[in-house]
Structures are given as C-alpha cells and as structure tokens.
C-alpha cells in the first residue's frame, strides 16, 4: 500500500516538470508586442503618472488611466494604437485662458468647480470717453390763456348771450420743433467704475400769433376787450374796432425758449454679459423763457379826421430751475446693436419770475400801460417754489463700427412747478387808472389789475437722432 503511494506521487512530480517544460518552450516562441523589450528599461511615457508627459496620442484616448510605478495601461477597450510611435501633432502652446484643466480634472475625471462663478464678465468693449450730438424734434405742453380777450357781439361783455369770445378761454398750441442736445463723458478709472457726463439741450424759440380784425365798414363785426370792472363790480368792455368809426385789430403773440443742462456722476452697480447697470447722481438746471403780447390798432375810417389809437401789453415769464438729481440707467450693448435707458427724478427749487410791460399810444396822448396792464401791475415781481423733475430717455442703436453708432430715441421730461404768462393775466381792471382807454368811469382805489404769480407745469417730449462716438 505504501509502495503503490509512493509510485503516485512520482508520476505526478514527473508530470508536472514536463508541463512546465512545455510552457516555457511555448512562451519563446510567441512574438512580444511591438515596442516590447525584456531588457530595455520602461519607456517614459508608461511610467510617469503626469498626463502631460505621455506619448503623443495618449489622451486621444476616452477613459484610459495610467498607473504611476507601473508598466501597465489600464482602461476599457484598449487598442495597440496607444501604443502607436507614430508622433503626432505637439499641443498648443498655452491654454484658452478660460480652460484650466488642472483645476477641473483629476486622474482623467472631470471634477466641479467648488466656487462656480456668479458674473461673467462683460464681452463688451468699454469706452473711456464718449460723446453723443443729437438732434431734436420735439412737442411741448400748450401754453394757457385761460381769461377772455377780444370778444365781438352787441357789446362785448361776458355773460350777454350773443357774445362771442374770440381770443381767449384756450390753450395756445405750440408747434413741433427742432433743438439740439450734446453730451460729453469720460471714465475716471480703467474698468469705468466710476464717470463723469454732461450734457445740454437747447429748443429753438417757437413763435405763435393769434390775431382777429375788422375793417371799420359799417356792416364790419365790432371788436372788445372784455374785463371785469371792479369800481361797478359789473363785467364791462371796451372798443377795439367799431362799426364806421374806426378798424380794429388785435394780435396776441407767444414766443416759447427752452434750454436745459446736467452733470452727473455714475458709479457701476452690476454687470453681466452685455449688460450693464448705473446709479448716477448730480445736479441739473433749466430754463423756460415765454413771453406774451397783446396788441391793438384803431385806426379812424373816413368820414373821420385820420387818427390813430395804439396799445400793447407784454408779460414775461422767466423759470430757472435749480436741484439735484438722482437715476439709473440700464444698458444691454452688443456686437451689432445697444439699447439703454436713463430714469431720473430731480428736486429742486423753480425761481420763478414775471415782468409786465404796456403802453398806450395815440393821437390823444399817451398813457402807462395798455389795457391789460395798468400802473397797478407794472414791473416785476419773483418767487422761489418747489419743484420736482421726473425725466425718461430711451435709446436704440446700430453699431458702425468700434467707434461710431447711429442711435434713436425718445425723451421725455416733466416740471411742476413754472410761471407762464397767460397765467399773470389778471381779467379784474380798475378803469379809472386809464381814461384814455376805458373812458371816463366811477373813480376806485383797488389795485387792479394786480401783479400776483400763479403757477402751471409743463412737460416737453419727443424724437432724438443721434451720432455717438465712443473711444
């Protein structure tokens, strides 16, 4: 039984070396992969565990890992392209500056940035200075005549039923017109954080008549100045124009001028991609000069001696605007076009003034002051009111350039706060201060008509063409 065991394990030890024989003669005569060398040492490229360093080639391949120390490539689906000595094109020279590999990859993984940014920077180019020429075509609010006139009918006053009002009771339509407005600004730091801009508007002075005649013939309309006669206590008239006795004509004329300026400094609040928010805070000034005549003719028609009978009476009003200012403006700016937009709100003082003026002048003699004005409200007289300004300015552009844009847009700015001169006009007379004009009538000491300022808004609104230039 021994003997038998024995024998087993001999064959087994002997069947085992004569395998292992064959094994060895076996692995001699199988070719090594291409590159492969026993006694050449590890090629760099499968040693190193830098991804940089490896083999051209090497990184073409998805999901491939190299062990540091180690002659062995790991990965799914390897081919003996990896291995392939043909060289290939070098990499770039520097990186995208917006790609960072090494923070965002480990071991071939991609791994997420632990602080994502909140912003991205703005694509849009900055400008240093800028200037803007735009031209203007703008509306502005009527002005108001809220007394009566000139009126015509049996005798002209008020309240009789078939008088007419013929001048007077209505607003004054301002016409359409052109202006310009100019701006100026310029960074105070690289990033333009922070810049100073200027700028001033102008609208050319708008001129507006109203007139009403009669030729003196006797089947001609008679013509009155209406008022309310505060010695009687009783609404009266007088002549202008009186059927065959004299012509009469009466003109009333307007003349409107606006002209403003601004300084305000802007600081950043936000950006984003090619958008753009600023705070701006400064001070801002305008301007509103009107100017209102009222004048009359009467000359004598035959068979009466030639004789002449002239008045005019003038009120100007003259607003100065002073207060600061605070807005923001929104941009969104790119390649080809931009569109932004300016809200702000200004609080201030309006200095308020309004100066009268008349005359009377005639074959009979001459007098102060014509029918509308008396020696009772000759002369000038000012007022300090609050005011706020509330202003909106809308653009659209088309870039031309680096350099250049065309741009339009729409503007709008309320007051109001102002003195207009239709507004002085005080409808209560005192007659007796002018026999030349109203006739002989009851004597009275009240001071009318009385130099008092009332106020009104005013707004202004309209088109802008402009030209921007920005470096």
């Known amino acids: 039984m021994i003997t038998a065991f024995k024998n087993t394990i001999c064959l087994w030890t ?7 024989g064959l094994a060895e003669v076996s692995a001699q005569d199988t070719a090594p992969p291409p590159g492969f060398s026993p006694s050449a040492p590890p090629e760099p490229g499968l040693s190193s565990g830098s991804l940089s360093e490896k083999k051209p080639g090497f990184l073409q391949r998805y999901g491939t890992t190299a062990s540091s120390g180690s002659n062995s490539i790991q990965g799914a689906g390897l081919e003996d392209s990896v291995f392939d000595e043909t060289p290939a094109s070098p990499p770039p020279a520097r990186l995208t500056p917006t790609v960072r590999p090494a923070s965002n990859y480990s071991n071939g993984g991609y791994v997420p940035s632990e602080h994502p940014p909140q912003f991205v920077t703005s694509n849009v180019w900055v400008p240093r200075v800028w200037l803007k020429a735009e031209a203007l075509c703008w509306w502005t609010k009527d002005s108001p005549l809220p007394v009566p006139l000139v009126t015509t009918g049996t005798t002209g006053i008020i309240g009789v039923p078939d008088t007419t009002v013929v001048i007077g009771n209505e607003n004054i339509n301002l016409p359409t017109r052109g202006g310009g407005r100019f701006t100026l600004g310029f960074a105070l730091d690289q990033e333009a954080g922070w810049a100073l801009e200027s700028n001033y508007f102008f609208l050319g002075t708008a001129t507006v008549s109203i007139g009403a005649s009669a030729d003196g013939s ?11 006669n505060v010695a009687t206590g009783h609404e009266d008239s007088t002549y202008i124009a009186s059927p065959g006795d004299y012509a009469g004509t009466a003109v009333v004329t307007l003349q409107n001028f606006v002209q403003g300026a601004e300084a305000n400094l802007l600081g950043n609040l936000a950006t984003s991609e090619m958008w753009r928010w600023d ?9 509103l000069h009107e100017t209102m005549t009222f004048t009359t003719d009467s000359p004598n028609v035959p068979p009466h001696a030639p004789a002449y009978f ?4 003038r009120f100007d009003a003259q607003n100065n605007f002073y207060g600061g200012q605070f807005g923001v403006r929104g941009s969104y700016d790119n390649t080809f076009i931009f569109v932004n937009g300016t809200a702000r709100l200004a609080l201030g003082g309006t200095v308020e003034g309004v100066t009268t003026s008349g005359a009377l002048y005639s074959t009979f003699g001459s007098a102060a002051g014509g029918y509308l004005t008396q020696p009772s409200n000759l002369g ?3 007022q300090v009111q609050f005011a706020v300004i509330p202003s909106l300015d809308l653009n659209f552009g088309i870039h031309l350039g680096s350099h250049a844009a065309l741009v339009v847009g729409y503007s709008f700015l309320y007051v109001s706060s102002v003195a207009r001169p239709g507004s002085q006009i005080d409808h209560n007379i005192n007659p007796s201060q002018s026999p030349l004009a109203f006739g002989n009538q009851p ?27 920005r470096f």
């Open 14 to 20: 002997v069947a085992s070396l004569w395998l292992t």
């Open 218 to 228: 006797p089947v001609s309309s008679p013509l009155f100045v209406p008022y309310y």
């Open 279 to 287: 705070g701006l805070a400064g001070f801002r000034y305008l301007n």
């Open 310 to 313: 002239q008045t005019f009476d």
């Open 380 to 382: 000038s007289t000012s």
């Open 443 to 469: 004597a009275s000491n009240q001071a009318s008509p009385a130099l008092v300022l009332h106020d009104n808004d005013f707004w202004l609104q309209g088109l802008t063409f402009a030209i921007d230039l």
